[in-house]
């Protein structure tokens, strides 16, 4: 029997054999998240005339399998600004839970002044404030998996929208689109917002019809996307989010021209 | 009260032979000479209200508030001292903090109220310490909808039980009031500081128990809160005062379950009837003081 303490509690080794203890190495660089697991596709977003619009679907997909198919990934801020992710949905959670924690510290902060909607954070303010947080995170060498876009307005009250990704580097457009969307859907918003003054000739019909069309584009392309999807529409009198949305018109036509996968014999 | 405590007054953590407290009772006193404020529970929320005595004419009309949010659908009003209601709101906002890290949703008004009086009971009972000096009221409305859960994404199975019992509701306006003894009780209208007697006296003669509930409705109570604040002024009329006014209502409502100022035209409006109906009462006692004069005659 051995009877030193650093036995205790251990498989004994004249029963098992010594311990291989090099299963407890400590030494090593350190390892974090280094590939997303359950993901979100494209979120996307255009300036109109009087504010932003942003859609993204509803679907988490664990690889390639659709595995939640309710999955609200626009969330809006402080009732003045939305933002949507791509990207890891864990990570999504905890940017969720840190903005909440954020805007109600705000509410304390202003709750008080003449004018809150101007001393609050603005969309512009919480972009920096993103962009700051997610290049922080992949200085540690443990990023946030997100492609993250922010719309709102900015500290002049035109209508703001950027984006961020998971090493913090950041851009800004009158139109945006993540993921698949940037090759997809991109080039249809330019079509009709190329430049600022483009986009502040669209009207919010204009846009959201754009937006609509885009998502549906990416559900006839994109095998990770789903044909439900959130849309969200931001003025100056505030956020309205829609959660719940279907594709309309879908025709699949063109499916029957494409040739060169699965069992068919061309 | 007996005019000394004979030296079981000079700690706090010291009972006097019949089993008192007398630093606790000292600082009942303190909230004794606070400006009133006052809570009504009514049927579709919580109104606070509290009498800000205007010390100087150099202070800003309005600013200075006294009335404080904490989360975003619990309000607090205090009477007594203000800077340890001051304290008293910079831990009740950790709490709720503290409870959302740790249960990913808002805290109820019931969690709170047991939390913060717990942290003023703790006050009671060291030498290094001194009670709070203040009595605070503390009104929510917990959400009424499936609890969320902070960074939740789906809603959950769209057929079968999914966990949810059927006919199970939650939430409602609740209203606690704490006093510096760290007692709390839950209640259907609560009324602290200086004018205490006659803001419990007038909310009394509401309709805030009854078996179905009270019948008050948000609006009615907003008017009745600004009625209570000034007839509960009118023994110190020297002095000028002003009105602050929060309300929380439940998703449907107003505030859609935030706690928030009554606008300004409501409360202005309230505040009219309030004086209308100040006058009204002083015009009746005349008739009465000249209706018996006459009879003496």
Same mark, same amino acid.
């Given at each position: 029997?051995d009877?030193?303490p650093?036995?205790w ?5 004249d ?5 291989d ?7 090593g ?6 590939? *997303? ?11 109109f ?18 595995r ?7 969330? *809006?801020?402080l009732s ?5 992710f ?5 990570d999504?959670?905890? $940017? ?7 805007a ?10 003449e ?11 919480l972009?920096?404030? $993103? ?11 443990d990023?946030?998996?997100n ?12 209508p703001?929208?950027?984006s ?6 950041t ?6 689109a993540?993921g ?5 859907a991109?080039?249809?918003?330019r ?10 000739r ?37 956020v ?6 279907q ?15 699965g069992?068919?014999?061309? | 009260m ?13 009972f006097?032979p ?10 009942v ?20 209200a509290?009498?800000k ?7 800003k ?9 904490v ?15 001051r304290h ?11 409870w959302r890290?740790t249960?990913?949703? *808002?805290i109820?008004?019931?969690d ?6 717990g ?8 030498q290094?310490?001194r ?20 960074g ?10 999914g ?17 510096p ?5 839950g ?25 179905g509930?009270?019948?008050?409705? $948000?609006?009615?109570a ?7 604040i ?8 020297d002095?000028?005062?002003e009105?602050?006014?929060t ?6 409502g ?6 928030q100022?009554? *606008?300004k035209?409501?409360?202005?409006e309230?505040?009219?009837?309030a ?9 009746d ?9 006459k009879?003496?005659?």
């Amino acid at each position: 029997m051995d009877h030193r303490p650093q036995a205790w509690g251990r498989p004994r080794d004249d029963v098992y054999g010594a311990y291989d203890a090099s299963y407890l190495q400590t030494s090593g660089p350190k390892t974090a998240t280094q590939s *997303p697991v359950v993901t979100g596709t494209s979120v996307i977003a255009i300036k109109f005339r009087d504010g932003v619009v942003m859609a993204a679907d509803n679907l988490a997909s664990y690889g390639s399998l659709a595995r939640f198919t309710d999955v609200k990934r626009l969330r *809006p801020f402080l009732s003045t600004s939305v933002v949507g992710f791509g990207g890891d949905v864990s990570d999504m959670q905890f $940017l969720d839970r840190h903005l909440t924690e954020l805007a109600i510290d705000e509410s304390y902060e202003h709750e008080h002044s003449e004018n809150p909607a101007k001393s609050q954070l603005n969309a512009a303010n919480l972009h920096k404030y $993103l962009s700051k947080l997610m290049y922080r995170r992949r200085n540690d060498f443990d990023p946030l998996w997100n492609q993250i876009l922010v719309a709102g307005f900015d500290s002049s009250s035109k209508p703001f929208l950027a984006s961020v990704d998971l090493r913090g580097t950041t851009f800004t457009s009158p139109s945006l689109a993540s993921g698949f969307g940037a090759m997809l859907a991109q080039p249809i918003m330019r079509r009709y917002a190329a430049t600022e003054e483009d986009a502040a000739r669209l009207s919010r019909e204009e846009a959201v019809n754009v937006v609509k069309e885009c998502m549906k584009v990416l559900f006839y392309r994109d095998a990770r996307s789903l044909d439900r999807y959130s849309i969200a529409v931001v003025t100056k009198d505030g956020v309205e989010l829609s959660e719940d949305e279907q594709l309309e018109k879908q025709s699949w036509a063109f499916a029957e021209r494409i040739r060169g996968y699965g069992t068919q014999t061309v | 009260m007996t005019s000394i405590g004979t030296g079981y007054d000079l700690a706090n953590s010291i009972f006097s032979p019949d089993g008192r407290n007398f630093q606790v009772e000292y600082a009942v006193k303190a909230v004794e000479n606070g400006g009133t404020s006052i809570g009504i529970r009514c049927k579709d929320g919580v109104v606070l209200a509290v009498e800000k005595i205007v010390t100087s004419k150099l202070l800003k009309p309005n600013a200075n508030k006294r009335i404080a949010t904490v989360d975003r659908h619990l309000g607090v009003v205090y009477s007594g001292m203000i800077p340890d209601g001051r304290h008293f709101i910079d831990r009740a906002r950790d709490e709720a903090r503290a409870w959302r890290d740790t249960f990913k949703t *808002p805290i109820s008004t019931a969690d709170l109220a047991s939390r913060m009086g717990g942290y003023m009971q703790a006050y009671t009972l060291y030498q290094s310490v001194r009670p709070f000096g203040i009595t605070a009221i503390i009104g929510g409305f917990d959400s009424t909808d499936e609890p969320r859960v902070d960074g939740e994404v789906g809603t959950g199975p769209s057929c079968g039980a999914g966990g949810k019992v059927a006919g199970k509701t939650h939430g409602g306006p609740f209203l606690y009031m704490i006093e510096p003894s760290g007692l709390y009780w839950g209640y259907y209208g609560a009324a602290t500081g200086k004018g205490r007697q006659a803001a419990k006296a007038e909310l009394e003669k509401l309709d805030l128990g009854g078996p179905g509930g009270p019948s008050l409705t $948000l609006e009615e109570a907003v008017k009745e809160a600004a009625r209570i604040i000034y007839v509960a002024h009118d023994d110190s009329k020297d002095k000028e005062f002003e009105l602050e006014m929060t309300w929380i209502s439940g998703p449907d409502g107003p505030t859609k379950g935030l706690h928030q100022e009554v *606008p300004k035209a409501l409360r202005e409006e309230a505040e009219r009837l309030a004086k209308k109906a100040q006058e009204d009462d002083e015009d009746d006692e005349e008739e009465d003081v000249e209706g018996k004069e006459k009879m003496e005659e």
